[in-house]
T-cell receptor
Framework: DGGITQSPKYLFRKEGQNVTLSCEQNLNHDAMYWYRQDPGQGLRLIYYSQIVNDFQKGDIAEGYSVSREKKESFPLTVTSAQKNPTAFYLC????????????FGPGTRLTVL | EDQVTQSPEALRLQEGESSSLNCSYTVSGLRGLFWYRQDPGKGPEFLFTLYSAGEEKEKERLKATLTKKESFLHITAPKPEDSATYLCAVQAGEGGSQGNLIFGKGTKLSVKP
């Protein structure tokens, strides 16, 4: 089955630690996205990548980093510089044709202890 | 500034009681409007894409419509399993942010038996 997988489903981080969230897709999509979702707020874009080895900052990139070494994978690192990392993180992908919808993974809930 | 506003924030219906959710937007050059359904603790599930004013799409008890300023998601004779948060997003403009979506905060729908 084609789709997007995210792991882990739940992640706990201590203060000062970096953690990496995994996102993999087998839809052969070129573009991939990372969003953050907080209660009462819309999804906010962290980073996006439209092609391998290239990525762009979204609206709230501070304290996060990404890589795109393979078409299928777009891991997100939440660094210790992120002031308030507790949130629900969603990965999405999209075919490269401009108007196509984005498809989302199941999400990772990150909690800072 | 591009903006998406959804109303109401929450909606409680009795089973079989039809209603509509609203998504109003201000955007420079609408490329597409997207509706998603999100269940608690899960990633958004794609429902519809609308591209131009006057367009309508239907799926089971849901019907989405689009005007130049807003979109409606009509729910006919809802069932308890329709309970979820419904998200609206727009794709706007051109340039470096091609494909990026702007999300509303969502409408949380509860359908009581």
């Amino acid at each position: 089955d084609g789709g997007i997988t995210q792991s882990p489903k739940y992640l706990f981080r201590k203060e000062g630690q970096n953690v990496t969230l995994s996102c993999e897709q087998n839809l052969n999509h070129d573009a991939m996205y990372w969003y953050r979702q907080d209660p009462g707020q819309g999804l906010r874009l962290i980073y996006y990548s439209q092609i391998v080895n290239d990525f762009q900052k979204g609206d709230i990139a501070e304290g996060y980093s990404v890589s795109r070494e393979k078409k299928e994978s777009f891991p997100l690192t939440v660094t210790s510089a992120q002031k308030n990392p507790t949130a629900f993180y969603l990965c999405a992908s999209k075919a490269q044709m401009s108007y196509n919808e984005q498809f989302f993974g199941p999400g990772t809930r990150l909690t800072v202890l | 500034e591009d903006q998406v506003t959804q109303s109401p924030e929450a909606l409680r219906l009795q089973e079989g009681e039809s209603s509509s959710l609203n998504c109003s937007y201000t955007v420079s050059g609408l490329r597409g409007l997207f509706w998603y359904r999100q269940d608690p603790g899960k990633g958004p599930e794609f429902l519809f894409t609308l591209y131009s004013a006057g367009e309508e799409k239907e799926k089971e008890r849901l019907k989405a419509t689009l005007t130049k300023k807003e979109s409606f998601l009509h729910i006919t004779a809802p069932k308890p399993e329709d309970s979820a948060t419904y998200l609206c997003a727009v794709q706007a403009g051109e340039g470096g942010s091609q494909g990026n979506l702007i999300f509303g905060k969502g409408t949380k729908l509860s359908v009581k038996p």
